[in-house]
Structures are given as structure tokens and as C-alpha cells.
């Protein structure tokens, strides 16, 4: 008898940044049901090995492999690896991100650009590689001929003092998504992206791992806690699986209401 919770049984994803966070949480979450999984990491091996180990304690198939998102070569042959380990590529994730926050005019063209790299042009490598595999290897055990999913932010929407490269980055990703959605969606190809709040990871210790910022960054939380990194992987799978099908073009925000304006729940 088939295992409903297997939804993603028969598909391969490819996570990227997967050593951490809302990436190894995303991983996980899709191994759970069923998925094989490619385990992107750009520099931390151990965690990246600590995903695979918990992918297959979930008796799913998952290899780790070392790829920096931002050069087009490694993106390749990051999907290749895919292909390679596990005969397809159904699900792209394009989670991996970085922080490199100044004041404005403090910022370097270095960090600016380092940022954009990764978090704008290394989602855009990493979806342009899976629709061309999508094509390659035509129709398979899914409705779609394959799905993205982009880790927006809801600084795609929220102007982000002291961080303008990650906004106006993840902005940028956001309407990458949409344009590629329309683009796409004749071919049965999804894109979608999630645009997640405040999750306690390594991107943001600093905050929640201190008690006067966190305090302060409930504040901007109606829902009253910080997000975790399985509020994310649990709709990943969703997303990847056929009950979304209808869904295209879509931002998912994930953020205990963050953008709904907290600043007027007592009457502005
Ligand atoms: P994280 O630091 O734990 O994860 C980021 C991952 O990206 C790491 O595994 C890192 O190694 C990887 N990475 C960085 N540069 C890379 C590169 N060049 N190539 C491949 N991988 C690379 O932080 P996280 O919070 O899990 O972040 C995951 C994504 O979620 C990011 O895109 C981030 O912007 C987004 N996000 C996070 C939050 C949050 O509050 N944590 C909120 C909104 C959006």
C-alpha cells in the first residue's frame, strides 16, 4: 500500500544553501515525504553531511554536494550532480542567502555586489538551470513539469534600513519569480517563492540570541514568537507537491504577521 504522507515519493529536489537553517529545514521536510534530495552547501561541509544523515534516517536518498550558487559553472554542475545521483530534477529550491549589512553610505560596492551575487543572481542561475533540465527530461510522476521555489523575504516588500543590498535583492527576486511564472506557466512549469518573516537561524543569531533585540523584534511579531525554520520546510513540501498545483507566480508570506503593519494594532 502507498504511504500518503510519501506525497513526493518518484521526485528529486535540489536544495541550495541546505547545510543550515530554512535550507536544511526545507530538506528535511521534502525527505519526510519521500523526496531525494540534493544538499547543496557553499562552505560547511559538516552541516551539510548532518542534512544527508537526517534525510536518510527519514529513509529518503540524499547526497551533499559543494556548489557556490552565485557562479554559473558550479550551478551546473550542481544540477548535473542531481541528474547524475538521482536521474532528475523535479523541485529546485533556491534558498541560499547572505547578509552583509552597513548603513548606506558605509556599504562597499563589494558587499553590495557580494549580495546581489548570491541572493539574486545565484536564484536566478539555479532556476535557469532546473527549467532547462525540466525540458530535458520531459513529464514525469508530477502534474507540473517541474516547480521552483525561491526563499524570498518580506524585506521584498518591508524598505530595510542598514540592509538595503538583501532588500533591495530579495525585491528583485520576487519579481524574478513572477516574470519567470508568466513566462513558465505554459509549459507546466511552477514558480513560486516563500517570503518568511523573522526565523531563528544563523543569519540573524545576533538578534534572537540576544534578549534586549529579540524583545524588540517580537514587538514587530502579532503572532507573539519568532519563526522557526520548520514554519518554512513544512510549506516547501507543500508547495513542491501536486495539492499546489494550481498555484503559480505566487509569494507565500510566512512571517507571524509581520507585514501586517503592527505599528497600528493599538489604533496607530
Ligand atoms: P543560514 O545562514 O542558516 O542559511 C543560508 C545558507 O545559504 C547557508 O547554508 C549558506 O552556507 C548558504 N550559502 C551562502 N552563500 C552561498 C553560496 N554562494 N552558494 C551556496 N550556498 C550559499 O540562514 P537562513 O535564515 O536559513 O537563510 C536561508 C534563506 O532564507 C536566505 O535566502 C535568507 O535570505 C532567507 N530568509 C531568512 C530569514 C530569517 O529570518 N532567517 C527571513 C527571510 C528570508
Redesign the pocket.
Known amino acids: 500500500m502507498t504511504d500518503a504522507t510519501r506525497f513526493l515519493e518518484g521526485q528529486v529536489a535540489v536544495v ?9 529545514a526545507s530538506a528535511i521536510a521534502l525527505a519526510q515525504r519521500g523526496a531525494a534530495v540534493l544538499v ?5 561541509e559538516d ?1 551539510a553531511e548532518e542534512t544527508v544523515r537526517r534525510c536518510s534516517d527519514l529513509d529518503a536518498r540524499a547526497v551533499a554536494l559543494k ?4 557562479r554559473e559553472d558550479e550551478v551546473r554542475a550542481m544540477v548535473a550532480a542531481a541528474v547524475e545521483a538521482f536521474g532528475a530534477v523535479d523541485v529546485m529550491v533556491a ?5 552583509k549589512d552597513a548603513a548606506f553610505t558605509d556599504l562597499t560596492l563589494a558587499d553590495w555586489n557580494a549580495v546581489l ?3 539574486l543572481t ?1 536564484a536566478f542561475l539555479s532556476m535557469q538551470e532546473a527549467v532547462r533540465q525540466f525540458r530535458r527530461q520531459g513529464r514525469r510522476s508530477s502534474r507540473a513539469l517541474g516547480k521552483i521555489i525561491a ?5 521584498d516588500v518591508i524598505p530595510w534600513a542598514g540592509h538595503v543590498n ?1 532588500a533591495v535583492a ?1 525585491a528583485g527576486l520576487a519579481m524574478l519569480v513572477k516574470t519567470a511564472a508568466q513566462e513558465l506557466a505554459s509549459e507546466g512549469i511552477r514558480v513560486n517563492a516563500i ?10 543569531r545576533d538578534v534572537w540570541s540576544d534578549e534586549t533585540k529579540s524583545a524588540a523584534l517580537l514587538e514587530l511579531i502579532p503572532y507573539g514568537r519568532i ?1 522557526e ?1 520548520d514554519d ?1 520546510g513544512e510549506a516547501v513540501a507543500w508547495m513542491a507537491s501536486d495539492a499546489a498545483d494550481y498555484m503559480t507566480g505566487h509569494i507565500m508570506v510566512i512571517d507571524g504577521g509581520m507585514e501586517l503593519y503592527p505599528a497600528f494594532r493599538d489604533n496607530g
Open positions: 541550495t544553501g541546505a547545510s543550515s537553517g530554512i535550507g536544511q547543496n552547501y557553499a562552505h560547511d552541516g556548489a557556490d550558487v552565485s534558498n541560499a542567502g547572505i547578509q551575487a548570491v541572493n545565484g526563499m524570498s523575504s518580506v524585506h538583501y530579495k517570503a518568511p518573516g523573522a526565523i531563528a537561524t544563523a543569519i540573524n519563526g525554520a518554512i
